[in-house]
């Protein structure tokens, strides 16, 4: 059985109004006068009617705006400012196990990720070859993610031999995306190569994928593992490097050393790092208390 058609109740006011109209105009005078009330009758019929239809609410029938499903607009993050940026960092409070920030730590670089990939030894031939290269040399140079496309912000923590690096850095959102992707497509790329350093000594590197805690809007990670000499002795340097992106800016955090990955830190990092932007990001100010992860 079909439904009836639910005639919105604007409509009835109206009609109403009208019917009352045509009423009056009936009772008017034989003479011409009864055509003139009728005229005027109906135009007033009408202006009530439009005037009724301008107040009828329009849209959808459930009051949501387009889009949002829960019947409120989520507001867009802001652009990430130089201010924006620096407020966005960690602080000592923000990591466990005795990290001390330094002052230079946009200077830190490794010998051990200066070197040329073997392109002999990839069956796929350089393609790849060029995605490993790449990824040392973003490693080193500290720009894994690309060049910001705005305002950016580092800081550096140190405990014994391991160092902690994060970044806040605005980007293009589709070239963020992109790199994260490519970030993904490493561990199978780059499964495991041989770098020749600049002394002729040969280094073995492993990429591997790592998990990354369930925060910002996308996220990505790789665990590199680089076996060869340093000062004279063989060494292994362990590094995890994690990438957040929260509207079109990122958090990136690369920590370990000859002591290992700093798994656990790097994780807390992460975590206290992109709710500190989103916090930014939303007209915030992060608290400088230490972020709890439980």
Same mark, same amino acid.
């Given at each position: 059985?079909?439904?009836?058609?639910?005639?919105?109740?604007?409509?009835?006011?109206?009609?109403?109004?009208?019917?009352?109209?045509?009423?009056?105009?009936?009772?008017?005078?034989?003479?011409?006068?009864?055509?003139?009330?009728?005229?005027?009758?109906?135009?007033?019929?009408?202006?009530?009617?439009?005037?009724?239809?301008?107040?009828?609410?329009?849209?959808?029938?459930?009051?949501?705006?387009?889009?949002?499903?829960?019947?409120?607009?989520?507001?867009?993050?802001?652009?990430?400012?130089?201010?924006?940026?620096?407020?966005?960092?960690?602080?000592?409070?923000?990591?466990?196990?005795?990290?001390?920030?330094?002052?230079?730590?946009?200077?830190?670089?490794?010998?051990?990720?200066?070197?040329?990939?073997?392109?002999?030894?990839?069956?796929?031939?350089?393609?790849?070859?060029?995605?490993?290269?790449?990824?040392?040399?973003?490693?080193?140079?500290?720009?894994?993610?690309?060049?910001?496309?705005?305002?950016?912000?580092?800081?550096?923590?140190?405990?014994?031999?391991?160092?902690?690096?994060?970044?806040?850095?605005?980007?293009?959102?589709?070239?963020?995306?992109?790199?994260?992707?490519?970030?993904?497509?490493?561990?199978?790329?780059?499964?495991?190569?041989?770098?020749?350093?600049?002394?002729?000594?040969?280094?073995?590197?492993?990429?591997?994928?790592?998990?990354?805690?369930? +925060?910002?809007? *996308?996220? /990505?990670?790789?665990?590199?593992?680089? #076996?060869?000499?340093? %000062? @004279? =002795?063989?060494?292994?340097?362990?590094?995890?490097?994690?990438?957040?992106?929260?509207?079109?800016?990122?958090?990136?955090?690369?920590?370990?050393?000859?002591?290992?990955?700093?798994?656990?830190? +790097?994780?807390? *990092?992460? /975590?206290?790092?992109?709710?500190?932007? #989103?916090?930014?990001? %939303? @007209? =915030?100010?992060?608290?400088?208390?230490?972020?709890?992860?439980?």
């Amino acid at each position: 059985m079909s439904r009836r058609p639910v005639v919105p109740p604007f409509r009835l006011v109206a009609s109403a109004l009208a019917a009352a109209a045509l009423l009056t105009t009936a009772a008017c005078s034989d003479d011409g006068a009864a055509t003139t009330a009728a005229d005027t009758a109906a135009d007033q019929a009408r202006a009530a009617e439009r005037d009724i239809a301008e107040q009828a609410p329009t849209g959808s029938p459930t009051g949501s705006p387009t889009g949002s499903p829960t019947g409120s607009a989520t507001a867009s993050p802001s652009a990430l400012t130089e201010s924006g940026a620096k407020a966005a960092l960690l602080t000592e409070t923000d990591l466990e196990g005795g990290w001390n920030q330094v002052r230079d730590a946009g200077k830190w670089r490794d010998s051990m990720l200066i070197g040329q990939v073997d392109v002999a030894q990839f069956l796929t031939g350089k393609a790849d070859a060029s995605d490993c290269q790449e990824l040392v040399d973003g490693l080193y140079g500290e720009d894994l993610l690309g060049k910001p496309s705005g305002a950016s912000a580092l800081t550096g923590f140190q405990q014994g031999d391991s160092r902690l690096l994060e970044q806040v850095a605005a980007y293009d959102r589709a070239a963020l995306d992109d790199r994260l992707k490519w970030m993904a497509s490493l561990p199978q790329k780059c499964d495991q190569f041989t770098l020749d350093g600049s002394g002729g000594g040969e280094r073995t590197v492993q990429v591997t994928e790592v998990s990354v805690p369930e +925060v910002g809007d *996308a996220r /990505q990670g790789v665990h590199v593992t680089v #076996r060869g000499d340093a %000062d @004279g =002795g063989p060494a292994t340097l362990s590094l995890m490097v994690t990438a957040v992106r929260v509207g079109d800016s990122a958090v990136t955090v690369t920590g370990g050393g000859l002591d290992g990955d700093q798994k656990d830190s +790097v994780e807390q *990092a992460t /975590q206290a790092g992109a709710e500190r932007l #989103r916090t930014v990001l %939303d @007209g =915030g100010t992060p608290s400088p208390q230490p972020t709890d992860l439980d």
